[in-house]
């Protein structure tokens, strides 16, 4: 029975209303008290051997015969007019099968060709022509032989600069307003107000595998294999910029390097490719090298940021307010720095003014908890000071003002154990019972904690077949993404959990939109809370069908059929039969079960929490820190794979301590131009550079988030570890450090009392 | 000129390339033979050892030359050795080599400790003592302990073979003493006397960066504790590896205390003529960091020769 209904969806803090196909009976909760025997317990990935073997086939594997190279030209101008433009050099290059420029771009015979190839260059990057070769190498020699004349227009980088120009208003976007309470009475209430302002940098995503796709096609049906975090956002665009239905078009992502947000769309490169392909009537891969993906892919947003907080003595907090500049390059969106101020505090006066500012830098994208990293720092930051005003411990401080409510709403969590992962992490780095700081020589180590809040509660649409086939092995048909989390894994689990069948007779096919079984893009930490419900309701659907099919076979009632360990079980305990004798008599029969993830429950806040402490060793001689041990505590629900979780828990850590420490993309202030486009010079960490991970978690039973009691844990570990590190930097130091990241000349400065002078080079 | 278009490069102009433009590759196998094509092909040639700076600045197309020729197939080329009063090492000895060898252990610490704080194990697995020194990157570790060793460099080209001191050896950013045609073959280190002890530390934004600057110290005491021998490198902070020869001088002859350290570490700040760069630090801080490192390598070098006597 079809069932249609209405819900609201989040999405990294964004609501939709959605309808919503729904079959079957809900199914009653798990929890971690459920005695479950496959779900919750440490599953090795199932594709671990593949990947670390090299067998598993990712986009940058894709290699077609015939197929034809695509690469770029790129703006070396942050903001420039072509003046001239000459191909016929490169179009004369043995090897060469065509050169594309604003001039013929119309000839590639898609929609958006114009927007992609412009004569007027708004950011380094961005795209001047495109060269189709028989090989990378000639592609490469022919970009040197296209004759661009550029006539430099001035670029602006720098929001804060923008903001004091009376010419360039339009460049400014916003106020983006929320506002709660009262705020000025809120400050007249303060006993204590702390007023601090703190940058955050751009970061670079800096995926494993760059962006990329290999497009071609089988007579008019177009294949595409490409690197994203959602299929379906790929078929939708291909099919709106070619003019052809998406049923002739199958988008496949089977593994994935890598998305952190970057990646949910098509991108220009996939649509050139799908285009050229159909042009040439020849496979074409274009694939971005490093300093590609550095450029014209997207960032996580720079930011300047106002926090002043209010307090009473004894420590409640009566006001926030938060003003944010975001810088989001040409054209991109104001990430929401307000989340944390908005709902990490039971505060009943808050207001949050957010202006995006247009640059000529690429547009800035999502990235890993987009906003609510950068904000947490400021706001985090600001509450460390807040407790050093009052003499309170941070940690006290944070408890007293802990929210049982989400402030915003005024509605109940569907589940929250922040305080309990506050306790639990401050137990495992010796908060109350080690000395706070340790002086050795010239070394100093110290401890510092924050909170984090995220979403991750996940919902509809999601759709997922099960299949238990003659010999009783099991597919699991989806159309979501494993970006790199595990998901294959954990629907594998779910499904064996729920059918009773073994573990490894699980095969969990993914990241192909042929299934033609809707599912959210894999981002906002959601795949598992939408996936994982709706594999579990086709593995139900299916056990039904397995016992039903029994109990006429065997003429035994239903109700008195249980499946455990891949064998049918009669109530008394003895074996009726296997599924693949069942199954095996009915000729090459296998059962489909069909689910749909259930509707979220209505008036209550999905939230993901996380407490972070981190103990630091700064040298004060030189300014150099480390990060010696980070604990983080995570209320993310039920876990249903320990080992999947470490692993998000570590990777998001380590991205957080690259954020805190070492990433951030420098800008040249006048020309725009990119100083550290590459690995070798924008640093990201490496094992070496990384100490004492604790990832753990406190797991709240949750019944009114979704079938499986499971929240998400992709972004939440990222969130607070900048603020932690901050915390425990300013407690080694006495000095607070307001501007990420914190290189040693930025440490050291802090602690000499010497104040930097101004260079060119910008963090933007 | 390479200086400059590297930095061109960084900034970001220039076409963004992955693939070298298309070369001649010869793999000679003796010196001699390697020394013709190096002659015949001259400045449109050049000579591949580990290729982990090569082989970047082709694929960045920073350097695109016509021939490659490639010395990893001539026998030879790599070893460490000692004999009568030196160390003698192989222009292809890699880092790795370095790293393990005994004899660098036992008489020349400070080359295993410079060797195992470049870049990562894939670099240092690959690239050369050789390699390091002709490339005469002002970044490059190697550089600041040949000078703190005051070794000597044997150059081979047609003309047959030529010593340089390593005062001689370092002439510009990316600019090495080798004549074009002419091939180093050899690094001829005195060995230090009983009483020597060596450090080198480098300070960096994380694990494998190239530095911000890095010291290289190599002291010698003798019997009444009086400093008979010192010899200080610095790397980064200047546009090649410098000598720190105001802080040498004083050292030499003194009996090394705190207060000597201090003011050696001083004179090695006037030494150095760092610049400002927006990745590593500005001009002050690099001076003031070079400081730091010579007082903290003096002390461990220092203890290294006290215990060594
Ligand atoms: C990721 C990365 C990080 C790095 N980090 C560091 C670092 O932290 N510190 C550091 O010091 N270095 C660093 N390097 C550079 C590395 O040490 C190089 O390997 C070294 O500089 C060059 O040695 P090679 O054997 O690879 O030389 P090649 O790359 O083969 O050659 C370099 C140059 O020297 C010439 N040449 C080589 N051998 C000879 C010879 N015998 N006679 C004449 N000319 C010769 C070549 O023609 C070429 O011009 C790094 C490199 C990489 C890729």
Redesign the pocket.
């Known amino acids: 029975m079809v069932k249609v209904v209405k819900t609201r969806v989040e999405f990294e803090g964004r609501f939709r209303d959605e309808y919503t196909v729904v079959e079957g009976e809900p199914l009653e909760g798990w929890s971690p008290k459920s005695g479950l025997k496959i779900v919750g317990r440490p599953h090795p990935r199932v594709d671990g051997a593949a990947k670390v073997t090299g067998s598993a086939k990712y986009t940058h594997d894709v290699y077609l015969p015939g197929m034809v190279y695509g690469k770029f030209l790129r703006s070396p101008y942050a903001h420039a007019k072509i003046t001239h433009i000459d191909a016929s050099e490169a179009e004369g290059l043995p090897g060469v099968l065509g050169v594309y420029t604003y001039k013929n771009a119309a000839t590639l015979g898609f929609g958006g060709a114009e927007k992609v190839f412009k004569q007027e260059v708004t950011y380094q990057g961005d795209v001047v022509a495109l060269v189709l070769a028989q090989d990378e190498s000639v592609a490469e020699d022919a970009l040197e032989l296209i004759r661009v004349e550029y006539e430099p227009l001035r670029p602006l980088v720098d929001p804060e600069e923008i903001m004091g120009l009376d010419s360039s208003k339009d460049r400014i976007v916003g106020p983006k307003l929320y506002e709660r309470g009262d705020l000025e009475k809120g400050f007249a209430e303060a006993d204590v107000i702390v007023e601090e302002s703190f940058k955050t940098q751009a970061a670079l995503h800096n995926c494993m595998e760059t962006h990329g796709s290999v497009a071609h096609w089988e007579g008019d049906n177009l294949v595409v294999h490409t690197s994203t975090q959602s299929v379906f956002n790929v078929r939708s665009a291909l099919s709106e910029e070619l003019g052809i239905p998406q049923s002739k078009i199958r988008v496949v992502s089977e593994f994935m390097g890598g998305g952190f947000g970057s990646k949910f769309g098509a991108g220009e490169y996939t649509v050139v490719a799908a285009a050229a392909a159909r042009l040439l009537g020849r496979p074409v891969r274009i694939v971005l090298d490093r300093v590609e993906e550095n450029l014209a892919t997207g960032n996580r947003s720079q930011t300047v940021q106002w926090v002043k907080i209010g307090a009473k003595r004894d420590g409640r907090i009566t006001a926030i307010h938060l003003k944010g500049l975001v810088n989001v390059g040409e054209d991109g969106w104001v990430a929401d720095l307000g989340g944390p101020a908005k709902m990490m505090y039971h505060c009943p006066n808050v207001k949050v003014e957010l202006y995006g500012v247009k640059t000529n830098l690429v547009s800035s994208t999502a990235f890993r908890a987009p906003g609510y990293v950068e904000g947490d720092f400021a706001l985090e930051s600001a509450v460390d000071e807040l407790a050093r005003r009052l003499n309170m411990d941070p940690l006290e401080l944070r408890l007293l003002n802990y929210a049982t409510r989400d402030p915003v709403t005024n509605s109940e969590y569907s589940s929250k154990a922040l305080r309990e992962a506050y306790l639990k992490g401050a137990e495992l780095i010796g908060w109350r019972s080690e000395p706070r700081v340790v002086r050795d020589g010239a070394k100093i180590r110290a401890k510092g904690v924050a909170g984090a809040i995220w979403w991750g509660g996940g919902g509809p649409p999601a759709y997922a077949e099960v299949k238990v086939n003659a010999d009783g092995g099991v597919t699991v048909l989806t159309a979501t993404q494993d970006i790199g989390t595990g998901t294959r894994t954990a629907l594998a689990q779910i499904a064996a959990e729920e059918l009773g069948l073994p573990f490894s007779s699980v095969r969990v096919v993914l990241g192909d939109t042929i299934t033609e079984l809707r599912s959210p893009g894999s981002g906002g930490s959601q795949t598992l809370a939408s996936m994982g419900p709706a594999v579990r309701a086709a593995a139900h659907d299916a056990k039904n069908q397995l016992l039903e099919i029994a109990s006429q076979v065997y003429d035994v009632a239903k109700e008195r059929l249980t499946i455990r360990e891949g064998s049918i079980f009669r109530s008394d305990g003895s074996v009726l039969c296997s599924v693949g004798e069942l199954l095996g008599n009915l000729g090459d029969f296998s059962v489909t079960g069909r689910g749909a993830r259930e509707p979220n429950q209505e008036g209550y806040m999905v939230n993901t929490f996380a407490a972070q402490f981190a103990e630091v060793e700064v040298d004060t001689e030189t300014g150099t820190l480390r990060v010696l041990r980070l604990v983080s505590v995570h209320d993310s629900g039920m876990v249903v794979n320990p080992l999947t979780f470490t692993s998000q828990v570590e990777g998001g850590v380590i991205m957080g301590m690259g954020y805190a420490l070492w990433e951030g993309r420098l800008v040249d202030g006048e020309s725009g131009v990119v100083i550290n486009p590459n690995l ?1 010079d924008y640093l990201v960490a490496r094992c070496s550079d990384v100490g004492e991970i604790t990832p753990t978690y406190v797991e709240p039973e949750d019944p009114h988030t979704n079938s499986l009691g499971v929240k998400g844990i992709g972004e939440p570990p990222i969130i607070g570890v900048a603020p932690a590190i901050a915390n425990a930097l300013r407690e080694a130091i006495g000095v607070r450090l307001r501007e990420l990241p914190f290189t040693p000349e930025r440490v050291y400065s802090a602690i000499k009392g010497i104040n930097p002078r101004p260079t060119t080079a910008k963090y933007l | 000129m390479e200086t400059f278009i590297l930095v061109f490069k960084v900034l970001g102009f220039g076409d963004l390339c992955l693939y070298p433009a298309s070369f001649e590759y010869y793999a000679p196998a003796s010196l001699d033979e390697a020394i013709d094509l190096l002659n015949k092909h001259r400045e449109e040639a ?11 600045m082709m694929k960045l197309r920073v350097l695109r030359p016509a021939y490659v020729i490639d ?1 990893n197939r001539v026998k030879g080329l790599k070893y460490i050795e000692e004999k009568g009063g030196e160390i003698r090492i192989g ?1 292809l000895t890699t880092y790795y080599d370095v790293i393990t060898s005994d004899i660098v252990k036992r008489r020349v610490p400070i080359l295993a400790e410079c060797a195992s704080v ?2 990562d194990p894939q ?1 240092r697995n ?3 003592i ?3 020194l ?2 005469c ?1 002002p ?4 550089g600041s302990s040949i000078l703190a060793l005051r070794a000597k460099m044997v150059a081979k080209g047609s003309s047959g073979e030529r010593v340089i001191e390593s005062d001689d050896w370092f002439v510009g950013s990316f600019q090495s003493a ?1 004549k074009t045609g002419e ?2 073959r050899e690094i001829v280190i005195p060995t230090p006397k009983p009483g020597s002890g060596g450090a080198y530390l480098k300070l960096e934004r994380k694990a ?3 530095a911000i600057a890095a010291v290289g110290v190599q002291v010698t005491l003798d019997g009444s504790g009086s400093c008979t021998y010192a010899g200080i490198g610095l790397t980064a902070v200047g546009p090649t590896n410098l000598r720190a020869k105001k802080a040498e001088q004083a050292l030499v002859g003194r009996k090394v205390d705190d207060r000597v350290i201090e003011e050696a570490a001083r004179a090695a700040t006037e030494d150095c003529r760092p610049t400002d760069d927006p990745l590593r630090g500005s001009a002050e801080y690099k001076r003031a960091m070079v400081g730091v490192l010579t007082k903290r390598a003096l002390n461990k070098a220092l203890a290294d020769a006290k215990r060594s006597r």
């Open positions: 070798n | 050049r000579v591949l050892a580990g290729g982990h700076s090569l082989i970047p010395l222009a470049v870049a670099v690959w690239g050369t050789g390699g390091s002709s490339h990157d970044s490059g570790d190697m080798l091939i180093l494998g960066d190239y």
